[in-house]
Protein backbone atom coordinates (compact mmCIF):
# COMPACT_ATOMS: atom_id res chain seq x y z
CA UNK A 1 0.00 0.00 0.00
CA UNK A 2 1.39 3.36 -1.06
CA UNK A 3 1.58 6.25 2.15
CA UNK A 4 -0.47 8.80 0.45
CA UNK A 5 1.91 11.64 2.79
CA UNK A 6 4.96 10.47 0.87
CA UNK A 7 6.18 12.67 -2.44
CA UNK A 8 7.62 10.76 -4.67
CA UNK A 9 10.62 13.83 -5.31
CA UNK A 10 13.18 13.10 -8.05
CA UNK A 11 16.91 13.55 -7.48
CA UNK A 12 16.63 17.19 -8.71
CA UNK A 13 14.25 18.42 -6.66
CA UNK A 14 15.50 16.02 -3.34
CA UNK A 15 18.74 18.10 -3.90
CA UNK A 16 16.97 21.11 -4.19
CA UNK A 17 14.89 20.75 -0.69
CA UNK A 18 17.79 19.63 1.03
CA UNK A 19 19.86 22.98 0.06
CA UNK A 20 17.17 25.32 0.24
CA UNK A 21 14.73 24.12 3.69
CA UNK A 22 17.44 21.69 5.40
CA UNK A 23 20.70 23.45 5.30
CA UNK A 24 20.02 26.77 6.36
CA UNK A 25 19.45 25.26 10.08
CA UNK A 26 22.64 23.28 10.57
CA UNK A 27 24.18 25.79 12.86
CA UNK A 28 21.00 25.33 14.92
CA UNK A 29 21.49 21.66 14.43
CA UNK A 30 25.02 21.54 15.61
CA UNK A 31 24.23 23.47 18.64
CA UNK A 32 20.93 21.86 19.73
CA UNK A 33 23.59 18.44 19.14
CA UNK A 34 26.45 20.43 21.64
CA UNK A 35 23.59 20.57 24.33
CA UNK A 36 22.48 17.49 24.29
CA UNK A 37 25.82 15.30 24.01
CA UNK A 38 28.10 18.05 25.95
CA UNK A 39 31.04 17.05 23.18
CA UNK A 40 31.96 18.56 19.74
CA UNK A 41 32.54 15.06 17.95
CA UNK A 42 29.21 13.67 18.66
CA UNK A 43 27.37 16.75 18.45
CA UNK A 44 29.29 16.71 14.71
CA UNK A 45 28.38 12.57 14.25
CA UNK A 46 24.77 13.47 15.66
CA UNK A 47 24.01 16.10 12.97
CA UNK A 48 25.91 14.35 10.36
CA UNK A 49 23.88 11.41 11.17
CA UNK A 50 20.51 13.40 10.72
CA UNK A 51 21.32 15.00 7.73
CA UNK A 52 21.52 11.75 6.71
CA UNK A 53 18.70 10.34 7.66
CA UNK A 54 16.43 13.09 6.41
CA UNK A 55 17.91 13.12 2.70
CA UNK A 56 17.14 9.32 2.93
CA UNK A 57 13.88 10.07 4.21
CA UNK A 58 13.25 12.92 2.35
CA UNK A 59 9.83 11.79 0.20
CA UNK A 60 8.06 11.77 3.79
CA UNK A 61 8.89 15.50 4.54
CA UNK A 62 5.90 17.78 2.73
CA UNK A 63 7.91 20.92 1.00
CA UNK A 64 6.81 24.23 2.40
CA UNK A 65 5.89 23.13 6.27
CA UNK A 66 8.58 23.51 9.32
CA UNK A 67 11.87 22.17 8.13
CA UNK A 68 13.64 23.03 11.41
CA UNK A 69 10.74 21.42 13.88
CA UNK A 70 11.18 18.06 11.21
CA UNK A 71 15.38 17.98 11.44
CA UNK A 72 15.07 18.81 15.43
CA UNK A 73 12.63 15.91 15.45
CA UNK A 74 14.79 13.34 13.85
CA UNK A 75 17.68 14.69 16.00
CA UNK A 76 16.12 14.18 19.33
CA UNK A 77 15.24 10.88 18.33
CA UNK A 78 18.66 10.14 17.23
CA UNK A 79 19.90 11.04 20.23
CA UNK A 80 17.80 9.11 22.29
CA UNK A 81 18.06 5.86 20.67
CA UNK A 82 21.70 6.15 20.91
CA UNK A 83 22.05 7.56 24.79
CA UNK A 84 19.63 4.40 25.05
CA UNK A 85 22.18 2.18 23.28
CA UNK A 86 24.99 3.51 25.08
CA UNK A 87 23.43 3.16 28.53
CA UNK A 88 22.92 -0.27 28.06
CA UNK A 89 26.65 -0.96 27.50
CA UNK A 90 29.36 -1.36 29.80
CA UNK A 91 31.81 1.08 29.95
CA UNK A 92 34.83 0.36 27.73
CA UNK A 93 38.19 1.01 28.85
CA UNK A 94 41.42 0.12 26.51
CA UNK A 95 43.92 -1.55 29.34
CA UNK A 96 46.34 -1.12 26.80
CA UNK A 97 45.99 2.75 26.94
CA UNK A 98 46.03 3.16 30.49
CA UNK A 99 48.81 0.48 31.12
CA UNK A 100 51.10 2.37 28.46
CA UNK A 101 50.30 6.04 30.22
CA UNK A 102 50.92 4.97 33.36
CA UNK A 103 54.22 2.88 33.19
CA UNK A 104 55.99 5.69 30.55
CA UNK A 105 58.35 7.48 32.29
CA UNK A 106 56.80 11.27 32.03
CA UNK A 107 53.75 9.79 33.79
CA UNK A 108 53.16 12.78 37.03
CA UNK A 109 52.09 10.91 40.08
CA UNK A 110 49.86 13.20 40.88
CA UNK A 111 48.34 13.40 38.15
CA UNK A 112 44.75 11.79 39.07
CA UNK A 113 44.37 14.96 41.79
CA UNK A 114 45.64 17.17 39.40
CA UNK A 115 43.14 16.42 36.42
CA UNK A 116 40.35 16.29 38.81
CA UNK A 117 40.73 19.69 40.14
CA UNK A 118 41.50 21.10 37.08
CA UNK A 119 38.44 19.87 35.69
CA UNK A 120 36.06 21.33 38.30
CA UNK A 121 37.85 24.63 38.12
CA UNK A 122 36.68 24.98 34.50
CA UNK A 123 33.42 23.36 35.36
CA UNK A 124 33.07 26.65 37.95
CA UNK A 125 33.02 29.62 35.48
CA UNK A 126 29.07 29.43 33.72
CA UNK A 127 26.87 28.13 36.88
CA UNK A 128 23.86 28.66 34.51
CA UNK A 129 25.45 26.18 32.06
CA UNK A 130 26.30 24.13 35.08
CA UNK A 131 22.49 23.90 36.02
CA UNK A 132 21.38 23.33 32.37
CA UNK A 133 23.64 20.51 32.28
CA UNK A 134 22.21 18.74 35.07
CA UNK A 135 19.03 18.83 34.31
CA UNK A 136 17.42 15.10 33.45
CA UNK A 137 17.29 15.08 29.50
CA UNK A 138 13.62 15.34 29.34
CA UNK A 139 13.64 18.65 31.23
CA UNK A 140 16.62 19.39 29.59
CA UNK A 141 15.54 19.19 25.69
CA UNK A 142 12.35 21.25 26.55
CA UNK A 143 14.20 24.50 28.10
CA UNK A 144 16.67 24.07 25.07
CA UNK A 145 13.63 23.89 22.19
CA UNK A 146 11.69 26.70 23.56
CA UNK A 147 13.54 29.20 25.35
CA UNK A 148 16.96 29.01 23.74
CA UNK A 149 15.46 28.04 20.20
CA UNK A 150 12.24 29.41 20.70
CA UNK A 151 9.55 26.67 19.10
CA UNK A 152 6.24 26.64 20.08
CA UNK A 153 4.39 24.53 22.17
CA UNK A 154 2.97 22.93 19.07
CA UNK A 155 5.86 22.60 17.58
CA UNK A 156 7.26 21.34 20.87
CA UNK A 157 4.45 18.95 21.02
CA UNK A 158 5.45 17.77 17.36
CA UNK A 159 9.46 17.24 17.56
CA UNK A 160 8.72 15.45 21.04
CA UNK A 161 6.05 13.86 20.14
CA UNK A 162 3.89 14.12 23.26
CA UNK A 163 0.84 16.19 23.88
CA UNK A 164 1.12 20.02 24.35
CA UNK A 165 0.01 19.44 28.23
CA UNK A 166 3.20 17.71 28.48
CA UNK A 167 5.17 20.03 26.98
CA UNK A 168 3.30 22.77 29.27
CA UNK A 169 4.07 20.56 32.72
CA UNK A 170 7.67 19.67 31.98
CA UNK A 171 8.66 23.17 30.76
CA UNK A 172 7.58 24.55 33.83
CA UNK A 173 9.01 21.54 35.84
CA UNK A 174 12.42 21.99 34.39
CA UNK A 175 11.82 26.24 35.03
CA UNK A 176 11.55 25.45 38.52
CA UNK A 177 14.13 23.02 38.90
CA UNK A 178 16.57 25.63 37.25
CA UNK A 179 15.01 28.16 39.16
CA UNK A 180 15.68 25.81 42.81
CA UNK A 181 19.52 25.05 41.39
CA UNK A 182 20.33 28.91 40.60
CA UNK A 183 19.07 30.28 43.53
CA UNK A 184 22.07 30.83 45.19
CA UNK A 185 24.20 31.84 42.63
CA UNK A 186 21.03 34.92 42.07
CA UNK A 187 21.64 35.81 45.63
CA UNK A 188 25.43 35.70 45.82
CA UNK A 189 25.08 38.26 42.50
CA UNK A 190 22.04 40.51 44.94
CA UNK A 191 18.56 39.02 43.61
CA UNK A 192 16.01 38.06 46.05
Same mark, same amino acid.
Given at each position: ? !????????????????????????I??????????????????? %????????????? @???????????????I????????????????????????????? @????????? !?? %?? @??????????E?????? @???V?????? !?????????????A????????????? %???????????????A?? %????
Amino acid at each position: M !IDPKKKDYSEREKVAIFDTEFMPHIDSMYNFAFKLTFDEEDAKD %LVQDTYLKAFRFI @SSFEKGTNAKAWLFRILKNSFINDYRKKSKQPAKVDYQEVETFYN @SENTDQNIT !ID %LR @SETMQNRIGDEVTNALN @SLGVDFRIVI !ILCDLEGFTYEEMAKILDIPIGTVRSR %LHRARNLLKEKLNKYAQS %LGYN
